[in-house]
């Protein structure tokens, strides 16, 4: 299982910083995404890091803003989220897959967290 923790409130600009920690799976041995899903809208991808961290990638609209990262030891990924937006407002989802490498598709991961709420407003 997958556990997404961090969301919260956050005026424009600010900075959050999601976790997603694995139990009964150990992260080193998959590929690791975020994706978000608005209200009234699809879910998203968001951002991807290979099984390493050696490889990431990142929606167009959060690259520059957002940095994924990984702790392997910790069996946690991370997603450093900063200078937010209003339109970054979603529950941010994260999911794993095997050897997926750092695609965006949803359908490529086969375990997914819960979900965390990330509201961005003044």
């Known amino acids: 299982q997958l556990q997404a923790s961090g969301g919260g409130l956050v005026q424009p600009g600010g900075s959050l910083r999601l976790s997603c920690t694995a139990s009964g799976r150990t992260v080193s041995d998959y590929d690791m995404g975020w994706f978000r899903q608005a209200p009234g809208k699809e879910r998203e991808f968001v951002a991807a890091?290979?099984?390493?961290?050696?490889?990431?990638n990142y929606a167009d609209s959060v690259k520059g803003r957002f940095t994924i990262s990984r702790n392997n030891a910790k069996n946690t990924v991370y997603l450093q989220m900063n200078s937010l937006k209003p339109e970054d407002t979603a529950v941010y989802y994260c999911?794993?897959?095997?050897?997926?490498?750092?695609?965006?598709?949803?359908?490529?991961?086969?375990?997914w967290g819960q979900g965390t709420l990330d509201t961005v407003s003044s």
């Open positions: 890091i290979n099984w390493s961290g050696g490889t990431t």
């Open positions: 999911a794993a897959g095997r050897l997926i490498f750092t695609t965006t598709q949803p359908t490529r991961y086969d375990g």
